[in-house]
């Protein structure tokens, strides 16, 4: 069955399949202003794939795979004026980026639970503290 969710206002919150109750398939969500907040898939009400998120101008955030409802593998996460290619590790809750600016890597930063906890401004440093560790 095909569902829409509504703000307060009657402006659409959500839309997607639902199957016995819990989402299905394809939805997209939306910010109060009508924008879309975020798009991708659900299994069982579990998020599954690739999926996008925006702000509410309606730009990219972020983007990457879900598995089991966690991140799972690369995610890219937009800024004004740079990026981060992130690799989620296999608890789903650490991930190393590596940060550009112009195109070009200018440092490797380390996150848990999405709390920033280290960076490094050079690759050799990195790979120093971060021996096991393989973008």
Not at 93 to 105: M, Q
Request: net charge positive; glycine share 6%.
């Amino acid at each position: 069955m095909y569902v829409t969710n509504y703000y307060d206002s009657g402006t659409p919150k959500s839309e997607g399949w639902q199957l016995n109750g819990k989402m299905e398939d394809y939805w997209t969500f939306f910010h109060e202003n009508g924008n879309i907040a975020s798009k991708g898939a659900f299994n069982m009400g579990a998020k599954k794939g690739y999926w996008y998120f925006y702000d509410t101008s309606g730009k990219k955030a972020k983007e990457g795979h879900y598995l089991n409802n966690k991140p799972h593998q690369w995610w890219v996460y937009y800024y004004e004026n740079s990026y981060e290619n992130c690799l989620y590790q296999n608890d789903s809750k650490t991930r190393f980026c590596l940060t550009y600016e112009n195109n070009t890597i200018t440092k490797a930063k380390k996150y848990v639970n999405d709390v920033f906890l280290q960076q490094w401004t050079s690759i050799p440093s990195f790979k120093r503290d971060n021996p096991d560790f393989k973008f």
